[in-house]
């Protein structure tokens, strides 16, 4: 199937002075744009209103030869992208991205702000479909509750994606997946700050895009902080080492200074999930949104899949509602899509999504070079990679199979190939995935029609049994990757990133990858950001130090803003006076 009927159916580096970033970043002394809808338009009748000021975004007769692709297509598919063309997928051709029947906000029951419930399907076809795959017994402990409960768990049902569920219960039987085609490293692009001329026409390319307004920032923020000891969102978790400051608003801080940057509008997508939906939006709203105007924040939660037992019956949480548990990462396109945020960005003139993880205390947001060598390369998606520190380290890995980009788990990738080592001593398989991508609409429009592989885990759960009563039960779980689109995408820019200064995740309380080493990863770099750009500030010896978020996107930025900032706390909090 063609990519167009897919469609239809549905911290950053240290730059030293006159860095590739310093030469390439934009000019700008006027106020920025503060965001929000266009004068004279005033938001009326908008599904889902995100800031877009008058006369920004992509112009009819602009010229795009910066778009020219690197490979497969040239120019002429950067061309058909600026009149709205949708370019063919090698991969999507041979059936690979079918979209099941009735697939998009229905399977999925978004919760996007804003957005109208999708209609669902009648009590008469629910029975049917029952019926149709022996799950009828699935009603009885809703028929012994009584008619209230048989009414909800009908009304629950009726959000199934039926050819969805298919898929799931015959994933039960399948046998396991084949061993993956002979591998290859893949090309890697250099790290933002080292200054070539292939990175400084990228931070160009990347400049200009942020400052036409085809550019928003998604991040994925759908999990739970209790692996920190914290009964909250994740985002909400208070890392900053000085300030306290949580990890939405050391984002918020970025996505502002980039707007003031930039002069643009930039919206800020924020995919959350079905248990931490209502408390995100409750912090946001208690923080004034860290500042930014509200219409340009858009919540949007991912949608969940119903859990099996082992012979592919479906469980129930309660009488009246089904056990479900969240479809993964790999959600984030439906649920774009089915909240019909992708719609409206395109209605506004954005062309391409960055997104990152909530978890990663480093992450650049809207990394200018990153998204040019995306569009220059005419890439459908993007990927930043970190050097792995050994082998065993566990971290999804990127290479190239069968002449295709794919990400391997840690636990797929055997040991003796995990430890090869190339000519010049470092690992071959070295490119190691930390889930920062860019992504065309377009192509984030046909994979959330298209039938990425799901993924089992067996888990023990709680949920009723044949007789109704809520006891410890096997369950299979189901979900996708985000990742898993990569092979469907005609191309892939790859790029390697300083792991000291872009990637520091946070996940667990104490040891590996924990709190303290996330604080200790932001310590280091704004110890070497202010080294570098403000040499005479005396910063306390010992405890952290910290940025304050916001004041500045990166090394060369806070250069050009020493007249602004002001050390306090000590010697360990710079902030703008």
Do not use: Y
């Given at each position: 199937m063609s990519f167009h009927e897919a469609r239809v159916r549905r911290g950053s580096a240290f730059l030293p002075p006159r860095s590739v970033q310093d030469r390439a970043r934009p000019d700008r002394t006027e106020a920025p744009d503060p965001g929000g809808t266009a004068p004279g338009q005033?938001?009326?009748?908008?599904?889902?209103?995100?800031?877009?000021?008058?006369?920004?975004?992509?112009?009819?007769?602009?010229?795009?030869?910066?778009?020219?692709?690197?490979?497969?297509?040239?120019a002429a598919a950067a061309r058909g992208r600026e009149a709205g063309e949708a370019p063919a997928h090698p991969r999507a051709q041979d059936g690979a991205a079918r979209a099941p029947a009735g697939a998009g906000a229905r399977a999925?029951?978004?919760q996007g702000l804003g957005v109208a419930a999708p209609a669902l399907a009648s009590s008469a076809q629910v029975d049917e479909a029952l019926a149709a795959r022996g799950l009828q017994s699935v009603l009885a402990p809703?028929?012994?509750?009584?008619?209230?409960?048989?009414?909800?768990?009908?009304?629950?049902?009726?959000?199934?994606?039926?050819?969805?569920?298919?898929?799931?219960?015959?994933?039960?039987a399948a046998p396991p997946p084949a061993a993956p085609c002979p591998l290859e490293p893949p090309e890697l692009l250099p790290p933002p700050a080292?200054?070539?001329?292939?990175?400084?026409?990228?931070?160009?390319?990347?400049?200009?895009?942020?400052?036409?307004?085809r550019v928003a920032v998604a991040t994925v923020a759908g999990g739970q902080a209790s692996r920190l000891g914290f009964d909250a969102p994740k985002g909400t978790f208070p890392l900053a080492p000085v300030s306290g400051a949580s990890l939405f608003q050391m984002l918020a801080g970025q996505v502002r200074r980039l707007r003031e940057l930039s002069g643009a509008a930039l919206p800020w997508i924020i995919q959350t999930g079905p248990e931490n939906h209502a408390d995100?939006?409750?912090?946001?709203?208690?923080?004034?949104?860290?500042?930014?105007?509200?219409?340009?924040?858009l919540l949007v939660c991912q949608g969940t899949l119903p859990a099996l037992s082992a012979d592919g019956q479906l469980l129930l949480a309660a009488p009246d509602r089904l056990f479900r548990n969240p479809d993964g990462h790999g959600g984030f396109y439906a649920a774009l899509s089915g909240s019909g945020a992708l719609a409206e960005l395109r209605r506004r003139g954005v062309d391409t999504l960055f997104s990152c993880q909530v978890d990663n205390a480093l992450v650049r947001m809207g990394d200018p070079v990153f998204l040019g060598h995306h569009l220059g390369r005419g890439a459908d998606m993007s990927a930043k990679v970190v050097e792995k520190t050994d082998p065993g380290e566990k971290v999804g890995m990127l290479a190239r199979c069968g002449g295709r980009h794919v990400v391997l788990e840690y636990s797929d990738l055997p040991p003796e190939l995990a430890a090869r080592r190339a000519a010049d001593g470092s690992l071959l398989y070295r490119a190691g995935n930390i889930a920062?991508?860019?992504?065309?609409?377009?192509?984030?429009?046909?994979?959330?029609?298209a039938q990425l592989p799901l993924h089992l885990a067996r888990k023990k759960v709680r949920a009723l049994d044949a007789g109704g009563?809520?006891?410890?039960?096997?369950?299979?779980?189901?979900?996708?990757?985000?990742?898993?689109?990569?092979?469907?995408a005609r191309c892939v820019a790859v790029q390697l990133v300083e792991r000291d200064e872009e990637f520091a995740p946070l996940k667990n309380r104490d040891g590996v990858d924990s709190i303290r080493t996330a604080r200790e990863a932001l310590d280091r770099?704004?110890?070497?950001?202010?080294?570098?750009?403000?040499?005479?500030?005396?910063?306390?010896?010992?405890?952290w130090v910290e940025i304050e978020p916001g004041l500045a996107y990166d090394a060369a930025d806070l250069r050009s803003r020493a007249g602004e900032v002001e050390l306090v706390a000590c010697g360990r909090l710079l902030r703008r006076r």
């Open positions: 005033g938001g009326v009748g908008q599904l889902l209103p995100l800031p877009f000021p008058p006369h920004r975004g992509r112009q009819p007769r602009r010229d795009h030869q910066h778009d020219q692709q690197l490979c497969g297509g040239g999925h029951q978004r809703a028929r012994r509750a009584g008619a209230d409960a048989v009414a909800a768990l009908l009304q629950d049902l009726a959000g199934v994606d039926w050819e969805l569920l298919d898929r799931q219960r015959a994933a039960l080292r200054a070539t001329p292939e990175n400084e026409a990228a931070a160009r390319r990347g400049w200009e895009a942020l400052r036409a307004g995100t939006h409750r912090f946001l709203e208690r923080h004034n949104w860290f500042h930014l105007r509200r219409d340009s924040v920062i991508h860019a992504f065309t609409l377009s192509f984030v429009e046909a994979m959330a029609g009563q809520p006891v410890e039960r096997d369950a299979v779980k189901f979900e996708t990757f985000v990742f898993d689109a990569m092979p469907l770099r704004a110890r070497r950001w202010c080294a570098a750009a403000l040499p005479q500030l005396r910063l306390a010896e010992h405890g």
